[in-house]
């Protein structure tokens, strides 16, 4: 098998990796990086020019997972898209939304590349997604090879997968991202044990050691007693999520809390693609049964939309829970306009339920300390850091000894270090590099072809 790690930087961004099998030409992924515009944004394609490419594989639908798809499809107009069932019940959602911000962005910011792909053409591309139930094998012949298909559930968000190939007497196997923990609106991943020849693994939590005491159920119970008390000290409570899984969770969990009277009584406020997507997990929890959640929650909780119009540097004072994106509180997304006007005051809370890059706003005032003086450069806010600031380990990625005890177990002959920083990659590769003394481990170069 060769591959190469198209993503032009490496780490976590324009995920897309080009594997050559046989006689067979699969991608898998084709992302879009958050901190990245226009066309260096994008993986790079070259690799792929005068190439046959068979097949294309999404693991999941986040964007920096399938954020560029239009654009490699329009270079390859008759190649296929194979996804998990729920995955093709989000993903033209997501696209199309996607197209929407770089249309804004385009304005806003003068950027002549954007947008990268169209509505019409979204639409074009739809007839091209092809579903896969978890379980299920799917033989995929190409002109002159043969490859065997299995999707795996990776827990992380609706529809995630992890990739199980086998070509020949070789197994292969793409964790995706992946979460070993159940969360309230999927269940955990379920991968098969035992050996594989290769195993691709994501490494996103390599520097993140979980404390003691800081378990999934404990850090739910932590949430919401932070929020009861920031609004019993009369403030409001922003937490920045994703739109896609993050904030389906959310809310699933102040469900919960306020059926069982844990949950002060406080207006709740959420806004753009993440309530959209609330239905859209509907649909899925009664289409595939691989999802637990009612739109219905929301209605129970009183969800409201957020003000229109919001004043950077200005805090509304509602004595609110505020639930919105961005996760990573990129400039100019609602997240990013609340906060400018909620730190500056000590009886708010910033809670972060997530990943966060420490380059975006989100990771560097998670970084910050109270008192440091802030900069939000996009609104022109400069404010002092008066309010809490914390993080709750929920995130949808697994623990780095949960994913090393996976990738040891599997006594594969080559595993390949992919969608991490390069610290947490390196942390990995010291531990594999201990405890799994019969593999090789690659830590890919970007744009280098390697023979695994």
């Not at 070789?170 to 979460?179: K, Q, S």
């Not at 610290?423 to 590099?433: D, G, I, N, V």
Request: overall charge neutral.
């Amino acid at each position: 098998m060769k591959l190469t790690d198209l993503n032009r930087d490496g780490g976590i961004g324009a995920n897309s990796l080009f594997i050559q099998l046989g006689e067979l030409n699969l991608l898998i992924d084709c992302g879009l990086h958050p901190k990245k515009v226009g066309r260096a944004a994008t993986p790079d394609l070259r690799a792929l020019r005068g190439v046959t490419l068979d097949l294309i594989i999404i693991t999941h639908c986040h964007l920096d997972h399938i954020g560029s798809l239009p654009v490699v499809m329009r270079e390859h107009p008759n190649t296929p898209v194979l996804m998990s069932s729920s995955s093709r019940l989000l993903l033209e959602r997501m696209l199309h939304n996607s197209a929407n911000v770089m249309m804004r962005q385009r304005e806003a910011e003068n950027i002549p590349d954007y947008p990268l792909f169209t509505h019409e053409e979204i639409d074009r591309c739809a007839k091209r997604f092809t579903p896969l139930p978890f379980g299920q094998a799917k033989h995929f012949r190409g002109a002159k090879d043969e490859i065997e298909i299995i999707f795996h559930g990776a827990g992380h968000v609706a529809g995630a997968v992890g990739v199980e190939l086998r070509h020949k007497r070789r197994a292969i196997f793409f964790t995706g991202d992946v979460l070993f923990e159940n969360q309230r609106t999927i269940p955990a991943a379920k991968f098969p044990a035992g050996h594989f020849d290769t195993l691709v693994m994501e490494t996103t939590r390599g520097t993140t050691e979980r404390p003691l005491g800081k378990e999934r159920v404990h850090e739910v119970a932590r949430l919401v007693a932070s929020i009861n008390d920031t609004i019993q000290r009369g403030g409001s409570f922003l937490m920045p999520v994703f739109a896609l899984g993050r904030m389906q969770e959310i809310m699933s969990i102040l469900h919960d809390a306020r059926k069982f009277g844990r949950l002060v009584d406080c207006p709740i406020y959420a806004s753009g693609l993440g309530v959209d997507l609330s239905d859209y997990f509907d649909d899925i929890a009664k289409k595939t049964k691989h999802v637990i959640f009612n739109r219905n929650m929301m209605k129970d909780l009183r969800v409201k939309p957020l003000p229109r119009k919001l004043n950077a540097g200005e805090d509304p004072k509602q004595n609110a829970v505020y639930v919105v994106s961005s996760g990573m509180m990129v400039a100019n997304t609602p997240s990013y306009t609340l906060a400018s006007g909620l730190v500056g005051h000590a009886r708010n809370t910033v809670g972060f339920v997530g990943y966060c890059d420490p380059d975006t706003p989100g990771g560097e005032l998670l970084a910050s300390k109270p008192g440091d003086d802030f900069l939000f450069e996009a609104a022109h806010v400069k404010a002092k850091v008066k309010a809490r600031v914390d993080r709750f380990e929920l995130s949808g990625h697994a623990d780095r000894e949960e994913l090393l005890e996976f990738a040891v177990q599997t006594k594969a002959r080559s595993i390949v270090l992919t969608h991490g920083d390069p610290p947490a990659r390196a942390w990995f590769a010291e531990q594999l590099a201990q405890q799994a003394t019969g593999s090789k481990v690659l830590d890919p170069v970007p744009l280098q072809t390697y023979q695994v």
